[in-house]
């Protein structure tokens, strides 16, 4: 498919060295930060490194809300998944990923996952059936350590889905905030 | 037959139509509730408003008679924005239940919702409550909040089942559905009822919360219950059947079908089925190749004296499984005696049900099957008979001879049985073959009127089982003698040669709703 981009450039971009030249400073800036940022804290133990590389796995950032780790099932207050096994994230998933068997609870909510796989092996974190459930009972969590030498380990089961509701608030703060907008 | 105008085209219809049936009749789709073609017309829904030229306010399309150059309308702004008000109404007090609700994705409140685009309600009150999940009947649930009180199955109990036993009690918007008192939903048809509720408010208690109906396929097929034969459509997803429905055949069912007949696919995935040919090997049965299998009962045949070898066919298996099966025991093992069958049989009644309870007892019955027969039984109390091949286990099924005949059969030399459960049958049979239930396999049935239906394969056999018409077609290739062909259509093209009263049939007349022989 062509894809036409209408891009104008100023003159300025035009005459083509200076940014060029803007570019590799940039570049180098970055290269000879990482290179001895790390001298001051090296010396002096409270100070903080300077470079943008971390010692992973000893150190790791904080995701923004809008990341999209691994699908979990939402667990209320009460202790019980939100999720009433509607089949909409299941029919939605792109992967084919997700599989649910409904059954009935004596819960308000009648209609529960008696079981709930989600195939993380194929799962390309999407996000859709975050996007598609009409319970918020699925959302993107923040992990994203889940690679194994198993396929067979890359099987979810329910149990290793359910995460608390707590642990997802700001997730869950954000969804509302991108989704509501469409009056879902 | 007046000529009329809907939506600028010029159309005829037969007289007596409503405006409704009339754009029906000519692919102009009307939004509706409460109307439904198989009961009387009641008008409460108001969801099928059209304008009508010189009729001064829109008017309802499946209560208004067509009449001579009648010029009616059904998408001006005017009716979009009548039906939108009476969506808006019918949601007042409909819960937001699309999720946990077993129609949601055959609802037409949320078809025609979805369609006309209502996504805010201007209702700031409560909802009115209702009773949730109510068992009204033992095979049906009723959620009294997401009714919208079309009065469909009100209609149907007093119209179609005769039965009665709902009706619309209070008044205004505490109007609610609910069963005469003392009595429940509770009568051979009730599960009807919940096909035609057109929301959620009736469910099946035995399919609720088992699958989604998206992720349903659906093949065509015919219900073995009873010689009625209604046509139905299996509901399958991934090897598991999960419902059955009936599918429109105005010769035969029209849209109905008995609850009884609904829970047949039942059958299907038991403990108990065959999966396996089993051969007895000393005292024991033993799991064997179907190879063997088909030597053994070859090596055991030929032991036999011909007229010491009995036949006893099922009323259960398919037209074409008939006329191989006569054909293996006549041409192939060169029996004279005849093939009989039990047929079971149960109350029969003036809507679908017939007296018997099999699928297949006139088609066994055109191919010289004689049904309730147990001449074969006596004749190996006399000592006449040594062998036996049986298909099913009708011949046990009733209880109160169930051991004498059972003794009576142990006494056989050779006993074959062809089906598709573990019954008191098979464990003492000498070679045991597992066949197909009726999803499982492709053919056609003769019900009892004669309308030849066909019938496809939904779901693949479990483990080794095979369709009969492969056993069948096994055994006499053993024999030495192999069919010319076991596909259902060549088979039937041959039956329609040797068998009078099927020359007319064939594969591709048959249709989806079949024809009938001439007899
Ligand atoms: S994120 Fe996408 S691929 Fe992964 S389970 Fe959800 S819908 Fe499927
Ligand atoms: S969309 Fe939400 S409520 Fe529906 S099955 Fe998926 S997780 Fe459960
Ligand atoms: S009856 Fe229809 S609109 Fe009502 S909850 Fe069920 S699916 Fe939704
Ligand atoms: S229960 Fe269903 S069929 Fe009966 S009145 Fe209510 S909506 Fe109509
Ligand atoms: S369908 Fe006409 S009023 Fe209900």
Known sequence: MIVNRNITMTWWERIYLPEIFRGISVTSNHFFRNLIGFIPALLNKDKKRKIFTLYYPDEKVEFPPAYRGRPVLVVDENGTERCVACGLCEIVCPAKCIEIQPDETELEKERYPKSFSINMARCIFCGFCEEVCPKEAIVMSDECEIADLDRNKMFYKKDQLLISKNKLQKRLNYIKEIYGKWNY | ?519
């Open chain 2, 1 to 519: 037959m007046p000529t009329f105008t809907i939506n600028g085209k010029e159309v005829k219809t037969e007289a007596g139509k409503t405006i409704l049936q009339a754009a029906v009749a000519n692919g102009v789709r009307i939004p509706h509730f409460c109307y439904h073609p198989h009961l009387s017309i009641d008008g409460c829904c108001r969801m099928c408003l059209v304008e009508v030229e010189k009729i001064p306010k829109l008017t309802i399309a499946c209560n208004t008679p067509v009449t001579e150059g009648m010029v009616v309308r059904t998408n001006t702004e005017k009716v979009l924005k009548a039906r939108k008000g009476v969506m808006e109404f019918q949601l007042i007090n409909h819960p937001l239940d699309c999720p946990i609700c077993d129609q949601a994705g055959e609802c037409k409140l949320q078809q025609y919702t979805f369609e006309h685009g209502i996504t805010h309600s201007r209702f700031r009150e409560e909802k009115r409550p209702g009773r949730k999940r109510f068992k009204i009947g033992p095979r049906v649930v009723f959620d009294e909040e997401r009714c919208i009180l079309c009065r469909r199955c009100v209609r149907f109990c007093r119209e179609v089942s005769k039965t009665g036993e709902l009706a619309v009690f209070s008044r205004g918007d505490k109007s609610i559905i609910n069963t005469y008192p003392g009595i429940s939903l509770d009568n051979k048809y009730s599960l009807n009822t919940v096909d035609i509720c057109p929301v959620g408010a009736l469910t099946n208690a035995d399919f609720r919360f088992q699958v989604r109906v998206w992720f349903l396929e659906e093949t065509k097929a015919v219900c073995p219950g009873c010689s009625n034969n209604c046509s139905i459509r299996i509901c399958h997803r991934r090897g598991k059947v999960y419902r059955l429905l009936p599918r429109k055949n105005m010769d035969v069912n029209k849209v109905w079908m008995c609850d009884n007949g609904r829970i047949t696919h039942k059958q299907i995935e038991t403990s108990n089925r065959l999966t396996v040919p089993l051969v007895k090997k000393g005292n024991k049965l033993e799991e064997v190749s179907w190879n063997e299998a088909f030597d053994t009962i070859a090596k055991g045949i030929q032991k036999i004296k011909n007229n010491e070898i009995g036949a006893i066919g099922s009323p259960h298996a398919t037209n074409e499984e008939c006329y191989l099966f006569n054909k293996l025991i006549k041409n192939v093992f060169n029996i004279k005696n005849d093939i009989e069958c039990i047929v079971p049989s149960w109350e029969a009644d003036d809507l679908l049900i017939k007296k018997e309870k099999a699928a297949n007892p006139q088609g066994a019955r055109e191919f010289g099957v004689k049904t309730n027969d147990t001449s074969s039984v006596k004749k190996i109390i006399k000592g006449n008979l040594k062998a036996l091949y049986i298909i099913g286990n009708d011949i046990i099924d009733n209880s109160n001879t169930k051991q004498d005949v059972l003794q009576t059969l142990s006494k056989l030399d050779f006993l074959v049985v062809q089906d598709t459960h573990n019954s008191d049958l098979s464990s003492i049979a000498n070679v045991v073959l597992p066949s197909a239930t009726f999803a499982e396999k492709e053919g056609t049935f003769t019900n009892i009127n004669g309308f030849v239906q066909k019938t496809n394969r939904a779901v693949p056999c479990p483990a080794k089982a095979k369709p009969d018409l492969e056993i069948l077609s096994g055994v006499a290739k053993a024999m030495g003698r192999p069919f010319e062909t076991i596909e259902p259509d060549k088979v039937m093209d041959e039956i329609s040669k040797n068998v009078k009263s099927f020359k007319n049939i064939c594969y591709e007349k048959l249709g989806e709703t079949g024809i009938k022989i001439n007899n």
